[in-house]
């Protein structure tokens, strides 16, 4: 089966890693920079994710999978930003 670049899944890496410190920070504070640095946080994730769905050397089935883990991060992050009243 073919694999993704190492430098798209390097980006996922480093995207989820801090999206999921945000995510702690946020729960542990609850404070309006704190849901901005998550808001963002899902926002690479989703990016990562759509950059993972873009290679054509991986299969279908999972393009398609992360077209709709893109989707749900992308959903994550504008429900952030509502709740810290940012815009997007």
Request: with cysteine; proline share 2%.
């Amino acid at each position: 089966m073919a694999r993704p670049s190492r430098e798209a899944v390097a980006r996922w890496n480093t995207a989820y890693a801090e999206q999921t410190a945000a995510l702690f920070a946020a729960s542990r504070v609850g404070d309006r920079q704190a849901l901005v640095r998550l808001a963002l946080g899902y926002s690479a994730v989703a990016e990562a994710w759509r950059i993972l769905a873009a290679d054509l050397a991986v299969p279908l089935w999972a393009r398609h999978a992360c077209s709709i883990a893109a989707e749900e991060f992308e959903r994550r992050a504008r429900l952030e930003q509502s709740r810290s009243g940012e815009e997007s």
